[in-house]
């Protein structure tokens, strides 16, 4: 089978015939591609030179995308290019080995001539076959697809609905699972500690209770105190201690906590990681312990995002839309 990548395209305005296109992507400063060694390796430490200031993690994954643009891909590949300007999915093989071309364009001058033979309707394909297109990186290679984008290429008619009937649900799960990471990731990344425990005392807030960053030095790691009165005079107090890792949470740190709730209190755990078994056995010995992990810290921001302060929506920007539904249609049916 034919080699097959995606490719996404930031210069595209939309204002020229995908025929007379090439295919191109940037990093000028790398300079011409030709002039690197033949190794991941050599394009990394060029790619690091020429980008000093990029972050380490970074750095492998767009001088990938370099070498597999100049590398790997070879005359006679297809290439899919999604266009989000008027909503089409373009598929056309690749007709030249790679230029640097700093003339044509001095932001975007590693490029490919293209043969451009679809231009079709994002309608006309499969959900699953948008997804894999749609993907972050500005070149990858498509796999779980590939029959259907060489389908269409050949002319041969190809029933995406189909496909849609049996994917919708892995789709519905894989978009929900997306999100729940970038949430933990922005959490976990993108606030310091004391901006991850105003998090949580908004969170807390927004589910109706009166919540006050504090912290005590002897007290087991209090980070929050919330109640229901707006005096806190009205029992019970809720204690909370926030863990801002991706680690597993075992049963001594637990302990810790518990051991600062005095009779009538609660005590809430809330970590981005998970429990240890021992942990979970504490709880479920424990009516006034409740422990939040990731994946239900993520559900309650998102059964009570719409009532966060703006400030706090700016930490964690997120906007309500639409996935398939993971039950299919057919199972939906009301008789």
């Known amino acids: 089978m034919r080699t097959i990548w995606g490719i996404h395209m930031e210069w595209d305005d939309g204002t020229v015939s995908p025929d007379n296109k090439d295919i191109a992507i940037g990093w000028q400063e790398v300079g011409d591609l ?28 767009k001088a990938g995308v370099l070498y597999r643009f100049c590398k ?11 266009s989000k300007v008027d909503r089409t999915v373009n598929i056309g093989v690749v007709q030249s080995e790679y230029e640097f071309l700093p003339n044509v364009d001095f932001h975007y001058p590693h490029r490919r001539r293209m043969n451009w033979s679809i231009h079709a309707p994002r309608a006309q394909f499969s959900q699953s076959a948008l997804y894999e297109s749609g ?5 990858f290679q498509i ?4 029959e259907e984008f060489l389908a269409t290429l ?14 919708a649900a892995e789709i519905a799960i894989q978009t929900e699972e997306n999100v729940e990471d970038f949430v933990v990731k ?6 310091s500690p004391d901006q991850f425990e105003e998090f949580i005392a908004e969170l807390l807030r927004s589910m109706g209770y009166y919540a006050r960053v504090t912290r005590y030095s002897r007290d087991g790691g209090i980070d929050i105190i919330a109640h229901k009165d707006e005096l806190g005079f009205v029992p019970p107090i809720i204690k909370v201690q926030c863990k801002q890792v991706l680690a597993t949470v075992g049963g001594p740190t637990v302990q810790q906590l518990l051991g600062a709730i005095q009779q009538g209190e609660h005590a809430l755990f809330v970590t981005l990681g998970d429990y240890s078994p021992d942990a979970v056995r504490i709880e479920r010995g424990k009516s006034n312990l409740r422990l939040i992990g990731g994946a239900d810290l993520v559900q309650l921001i998102f059964n009570n995002y719409e009532r966060f302060e703006p400030r706090f929506k700016s ?15 057919d199972l939906r049916a009301v008789d």
């Open 154 to 167: 050949d002319g041969v008619p190809f029933k995406a609905a189909d496909v849609d009937a049996v994917s």
């Open 186 to 191: 922005t959490l976990k990344n993108n606030l």
């Open 135 to 139: 993907s972050a990186i500005t070149l």
């Open 34 to 61: 030709r002039n690197l060694g033949p190794s991941r390796e050599a394009f990394k430490t060029a790619f690091a030179a020429a980008f000093p200031t990029e972050k380490a993690g970074a750095v492998p994954v």
């Open 143 to 146: 796999a779980n697809n590939a």
């Open 315 to 329: 930490l964690l920007p997120l906007k309500r839309t639409y996935a398939p539904s993971a039950v299919p249609a």
């Open 72 to 82: 790997e891909m070879a005359v006679g590949d297809v290439v899919v290019y999604p």
